[in-house]
């Protein structure tokens, strides 16, 4: 057993120097098919019947030690701070995953349970930053659901005194299509940039096939 507090421990000299840990046989194994051989002696502690074959453990708990790092590295993959205390029983990456993956589920739930109350998710000073386009041209306002980068449902607040009501419906308020699938377009184009973020690219449309508009709407889902 071994605890360490993330933040408040010293990483450099109980973690740091933990090394990843398997059995001689799985080493054998890795050598015969021409793996690890850049590795020199004490680079892996390598466990036989007899306990370490090269050198001494740098730590007591060296083996618990390293699954600490992992258990670091892995959480890492969250993109995010967790406050919490964590405990871990016999685990690997696969389980560190597992709950990485639900805990990332939970912040997308409270995200989406924020939008239902009132709270975007993505304000327009964040959504400017995301995209290029501006006044006249800009047609999200505030996205108020996300789910990875699969769905998201914004809006867009219109009034009557939008210059295009003047001809299009007088007296009939209706966005024109064209818009509306801008809007959408545009929020596409935020879900997109979940997966281009620091890549340096911007999404763009290009094209649009088989789109139907089946009553007039303001509010845009993608």
């Known amino acids: ?102 805990l990332k589920e939970l912040s997308q739930a409270s995200h989406r349970r924020q939008g239902v109350r009132g709270e975007p998710v993505m304000d327009i000073k964040r959504i400017m930053r995301l995209l290029p386009h501006r006044y006249p041209f800009l047609m999200i306002d505030r996205i108020i659901e996300m789910d990875g980068d699969r769905k998201a449902v914004a809006i867009k607040n219109v009034t009557i005194n939008e210059p295009y009501f003047a001809g299009h419906f007088p007296n009939l308020p209706i966005m024109p299509g064209v818009m509306i699938l801008e809007a959408m377009a545009q929020l596409s184009g935020i879900l997109l940039s979940q997966r281009l973020e620091h890549t340096g690219k911007v999404a763009m449309l290009l094209s649009m096939d088989r789109v139907k508009i089946r009553r007039p709407c303001g509010r845009a889902t993608s």
């Open 1 to 102: 057993m071994f605890t360490f507090r993330l933040g408040r421990d010293d990483y450099y000299e109980q973690l740091s120097r933990a090394r990843t840990f398997l059995l001689e046989d799985e080493a054998r194994q890795l050598q015969a098919q021409g793996l690890g051989k850049h590795l020199q002696p004490g680079d892996v502690l390598v466990f036989g019947p007899n306990g370490p074959v090269d050198g001494e453990l740098r730590y007591p708990d060296e083996p618990v030690r390293h699954k600490v790092c992992d258990l670091i590295g892995d959480l890492a993959l969250l993109g995010r701070p967790v406050v919490g205390r964590i405990v871990a029983f016999r685990s690997g990456h696969e389980q560190n995953h597992e709950l990485v993956r639900r």
